[in-house]
């Protein structure tokens, strides 16, 4: 890179001395990034200049337009304070999503954004590809619906965040948005799949300290496309860790489940609550004795929550009020099974579902048996493609973690290494499509190297393969029931104690017995068996689709802490070892030509950011040399970390720099075209050489075809010439011979005439 890159007055952010009174990071200016201290002049509070280490700045551009980049790859430093400060730039224009890299980072925005989710929204994502428009999450879900029909590949879209970070809000947005763009074809699979969000809503969801409605489970809902693969035909639910624990007990200032709640839940009183809950059952097929019989429950449950024990005998009391407890989760667990399995009974086949309020009589009156597979396990196996939406509970850290966190936050382990890979694996892939040579395939191999190791290990190895143990924190009680195992998203402490009583989630001895006698068998298994079974096949799902990836945070100045658990840090750090700034050839050309008064324009754009990039001597990257400043691809240039920012601050800086600048591209640009053009001559010349180099050989190869051709008849002419030489030969010495005949005989008459005489 040029010397010239680095500035006198670097503007770098540092981290706030007091981040609770305020933002994460402030903006100031420093003279030097060096190994050594550093003195940064803060400029948003103009107080006094601080010292600082190297490693506690970060740079940062001042050239980021004001409302923020749609995508934050493409940010001048892609470091965490500039995309904290993208996200609030965004935020603070109600522009709540933004793309970091393949991740669709969705801010709650605490507030209604009609125009944000209206039909009209709808209708324009509809077939334009990511980046045409603003970021939402229906461009997430129509790059999802025309890959299915355009690949005939399963698609999935995990969308993950803490509780109260809006993945709900993101699940219904992306199932209403596939149901209007599917209405047409698929109007029953519609009706269906809508009608079955508020009774998972109202059996699955309950109010707690941070979300009134907040889901207390994992969902996986997939849309499966028809035979021929044109359209959609159906859907399917699986639903994961039901905390049934809810039932019993839950934080103080929260309340149990919805659907066991006597307190309104939204502006409807409980009867009107209950009524529509009855109609959407009706409008799912279920039937009048189905219905009343889940109302029998769901009474027998809240009854068991007014059973109180006398304490005269304080041990027995306590295993009594246990015991009640159990059956209490068991009945509520089972309603919840069935409702899972009702839902996808009728959206295996919407259309045999009769219409809302009908509700059929039936005889039987009996809430049926837990389904074969795990709870709410889906009814569909193999056969046509699916878009598979996952609502997942994401990593909890909270007061006291126990085993329930242990397993949400190994799942979310295994996410995220299923999405690093995915995501590393589509790097890697989009540098080959675009000639780019990839410059770390050292760290690739290692990481996915890890991933496999990762991923042979299974639950109840849970505490290894979730991250590294370690020694419990010296706050740990001396009894040592404490635990802490370092996830990728930080540090967890977790309580051992009650971790086998939950695992084996036992029902008092008597229990099984009378719920056997009451309905079908009840099965008792291990909590986080089961749970690894379903976790296998989760990843087995998400496994055969391609991925697309939506997180929610809950607020801005929790951002930074929410993007470490859905692990992007990590991800802009492997991006950041390659080419992590991106940027198409037209929008770079377009941002930089202005700057740029009475430059041609008819270059294309891609000669434009080629010609400004060697002016400013930024080094390109060769197959040789892999690590340079910039990489040109085929439809955008890749920079390394930190070089656009040096091209940006070149641009922006004084006049006669940018007049410099100017002087030297078009220096470059005529250079260019002399080497163009001598090279074109150069050419030429060759090129009429070898024309009539060509040529004469062509009349020597002619020449010689000929006497190749005529060399029977040589031959033949030289036979019979040698013939009649033979012939002439011959006659010569005949006519020798009879003249030496004659001669002779003349002599010897005249001998004897002379002799007579
Ligand atoms: N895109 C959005 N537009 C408007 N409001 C939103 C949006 N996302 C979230 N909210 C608000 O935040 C609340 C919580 O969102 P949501 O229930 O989707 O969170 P969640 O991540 O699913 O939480 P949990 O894991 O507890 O279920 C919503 O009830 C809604 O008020």
């Known amino acids: 890179m040029s010397a010239s890159a680095t500035t006198s007055r670097r503007p770098v952010f540092y981290p706030n001395p007091s981040p609770s009174a305020g933002e994460p990071f402030l ?55 500039s995309l904290l400060d993208n996200i609030a730039r965004r935020y603070a224009h109600d522009r709540i999503y933004t793309y970091v890299g393949p991740v669709l980072l969705a801010v709650n925005p605490y507030k209604t954004l009609a125009e944000l989710y209206s039909r009209e929204a709808m209708d324009a994502y509809r077939g334009r590809a990511i980046g045409v428009l603003p970021p939402h999450v229906f461009a997430l879900a129509d790059r999802a619906r025309r890959m299915i029909l355009s690949d005939r590949r399963s698609q999935s879209i995990v969308v993950s965040g ?22 047409e074809e698929a109007e029953d699979l519609c009706t269906a799949m809508l009608s079955a969000s508020p009774l998972l809503e109202a ?78 059952l009706g409008a799912l097929g279920a039937s009048r004795g189905e219905v009343q019989s889940a109302a029998q429950i769901l009474g027998a449950v809240l009854l068991l929550g007014n059973l109180h024990f006398a304490d005269d005998e304080q041990d027995k009391a306590k295993a009594e009020g246990r015991a009640r407890d159990g059956l209490a989760r068991e009945l509520y667990e089972r ?30 009156g009996s809430v049926p048996a837990r389904a074969s597979a795990e709870e709410g396990g889906s009814c569909y196996v193999g056969g046509s493609c699916y878009i598979a939406i996952l609502d997942i509970f994401g990593f ?98 977790y309580e051992a104690s009650g971790f086998l009583s939950k695992n084996l989630d036992a029902l008092h001895p008597e229990l099984p017995l009378l719920l056997q006698t009451a309905r079908g068998s009840l099965r008792v298994r291990g909590l986080a068996g089961g749970f690894s079974k379903q976790l296998e096949s989760l990843m087995a799902t998400l496994g055969a689709t391609t991925p697309h990836y939506a997180a929610g945070c809950l607020d801005l100045p929790l951002v930074l802490e ?30 930089y030509r202005p700057l740029l008064p009475g430059f041609s324009p008819t270059l294309s754009s891609r000669d434009f950011v080629a010609a400004l990039l060697a002016a400013l001597r930024l080094e390109p990257a060769t197959a040789a040399k892999p690590v340079a400043d910039f990489a040109l691809g085929v439809r955008r240039v890749f920079f390394s970390a930190g070089a656009m920012a040096t091209l940006d601050e070149l641009m922006h800086g004084s006049q006669a720099d940018v007049a410099a600048i100017l002087d030297r591209v078009r220096a ?85 005439a002379a002799a007579v005489a």
């Open 562 to 591: 929410q993007l470490r658990c859905a692990g992007t840090p990590q991800l802009l750090q492997l991006m950041g070892r390659g080419y992590p700034t991106r940027c198409e050839f037209e929008a770079l050309a377009s941002r």
């Open 396 to 493: 909890e850290s909270l007061g006291v973690n126990s085993l329930e966190q242990l397993l949400i936050n190994h799942t979310n382990e295994s996410l995220q290494h299923f999405f690093l890979d995915r995501t590393m694996r589509a790097e890697l892939a989009m540098y080959a499509d675009e000639g780019v040579p990839a410059n770390d395939h050292t760290l690739v191999a290692r990481f996915f190297g890890s991933h496999r190791e990762h991923a042979s290990i299974r639950l109840p190895d849970v505490i290894l393969a979730s991250g590294r143990r370690m020694p419990a924190r010296k706050s740990a009680p001396p009894d040592g029931t404490r635990f802490v195992v370092a996830h990728y998203a930080g540090e967890v402490e």
């Open 203 to 280: 059996f699955g969801c309950a109010s707690t300290l941070r979300n009134k409605n907040s889901s207390r489970f994992g969902k996986l809902m997939r849309i499966w496309t028809a035979a021929g693969g044109a359209s959609f035909s159906h859907s399917s639910i699986e639903t994961y860790l039901l905390e049934k624990g809810r039932v019993s007990n839950h934080a103080p200032g929260e309340r149990t489940f919805h659907g066991g709640d006597a307190a309104p839940h939204n502006e409807a009183s409980p009867a009107a609550e209950f009524a529509s809950v009855v109609s959407a």
């Open 27 to 81: 903006r100031g200016h420093c003279s030097d990034l060096g190994d050594g201290p550093v003195t940064v002049t803060p400029c948003d509070t103009g107080g006094d200049p601080v010292q600082l280490t190297a490693a506690d700045v970060c740079p940062r551009s001042e050239a980021e337009p004001e409302e923020g980049v749609a995508d934050a790859a493409s940010l001048a430093f892609l470091n965490e304070p």
């Open 162 to 183: 803490e509780s109260g970070a809006g993945k709900t809000e993101s699940c219904r947005a992306i199932v209403d948005y596939l149901a209007h763009h599917s209405r």
């Open 335 to 364: 309603l919840f099974g069935w409702l899972v399995r009702r839902i996808n009974t009728s959206l295996a086949a919407p259309s045999a579902a009769p219409a809302a309020g009908s509700t059929a009589a039936s005889a039987s």
């Open 668 to 752: 470059y640009v005529a250079r260019r075209r002399w080497v163009r053009a001598t090279a074109a001559v150069s050419a030429s010349l060759w090129l009429q050489r070898r024309i009539v180099a060509r040529r004469r050989l062509a009349a020597l190869a002619l020449r010689s075809r000929a006497l190749a051709l005529s060399l029977p008849a040589a031959r033949r002419w030289a036979g019979g010439a040698r013939r009649r030489l033979l012939e002439h030969a011959s006659a010569s010495t005949l006519a020798a011979a009879e003249r030496g005949r004659v001669e002779r005989a003349r002599l010897r008459a005249a001998r004897t």
